[in-house]
């Protein structure tokens, strides 16, 4: 029997839009150029919001590929995902990329890359089970596809802590240039490069955002559309205020 090759998310009664505000940001970040799964809405019946069907990056043929994600690579049982907890800061999964990737270079990028877009968006839960090492077939290990993309600003009662600091910070309002350049420093990259990336993902949100929020209008649900709207507005503004003090 052939493995699955996608996964139906469905809506849930306990965080209102999460389908609407995960295909959002998924989108968003496909966009702004992340590396992520196709993932696209599902119908359901009439009255009913629709799902998210998400392409698996661990398939191929209908085989699985092998994957782990970073408390499994790291030998961390899954209640350490968090970095509060005694999960792995973003140093620690740079250095794995560094001593394990193929290509580390990239790879890191990629993921500090994934660091700034979900700062800009107002992704709280950016913990180790969301990122995984990716073995190819052709004895490759990359970086896998990032996914559980979402805006959890979108739900006030969820922590606005994040999962993992950016260089010591945990509240998002309090990320300034200095916590930037202390993650750099701690992923072996240049200071000015990760500020740089930084302002070029928050410029390429408020772009991309404007063409997806029209695209979007007639399929997903207003409110979770305006919610969104409105973080991303404050989180490209407080980004860049940080950036400048």
Not at 70 to 82: D, E, M, N, V
Not at 132 to 157: K, N
Request: with cysteine; charged share 20%; hydrophobic share 45%.
């Amino acid at each position: 029997m052939s493995a699955a090759t996608h996964i139906l998310k469905l809506p849930t009664p306990h965080f209102a839009h999460l389908v609407s505000n995960e295909w959002l940001v998924m989108e968003l970040g496909r966009r702004c150029g992340l590396c992520v799964p196709p993932a696209q809405l599902w119908p359901m019946p009439v009255g009913r919001e629709p799902g998210l069907l998400i392409e698996r990056f661990d398939r191929r043929a209908g085989q699985r590929l092998h994957q782990e994600d970073f408390c499994q690579a790291l030998s961390l049982p899954p209640t350490r995902k968090y970095e509060q907890d005694g999960g792995p800061p973003l140093a620690a999964i740079a250095a794995c990329l560094n001593a394990h990737s193929t290509t580390p270079a990239d790879d890191i990028a990629r993921l500090l890359q994934w660091v700034a877009f979900g700062v800009v968006v107002g992704n709280a839960d950016r913990h180790a089970k969301n990122l995984a090492l990716l073995y190819g077939e052709d004895a490759s290990i990359r970086l896998a596809p990032f996914y559980d993309l979402v805006c959890t600003r979108h739900w006030r009662q969820l922590s606005t802590r994040s999962a993992m600091s950016v260089g010591g910070a945990v509240e998002p309002g309090t990320v300034t240039r200095k916590h930037w350049r202390a993650l750099a420093a701690a992923c072996e990259v240049g200071g000015t490069w990760l500020e740089d990336l930084v302002l070029r993902v928050a410029a390429r949100v408020e772009t991309e955002w404007a063409a997806l929020e029209s695209a979007s209008a007639a399929t997903l649900v207003r409110g979770a559309v305006q919610a969104v709207e409105r973080t991303l507005r404050e989180r490209v503004r407080c980004v860049r205020r940080g950036l400048a003090a």
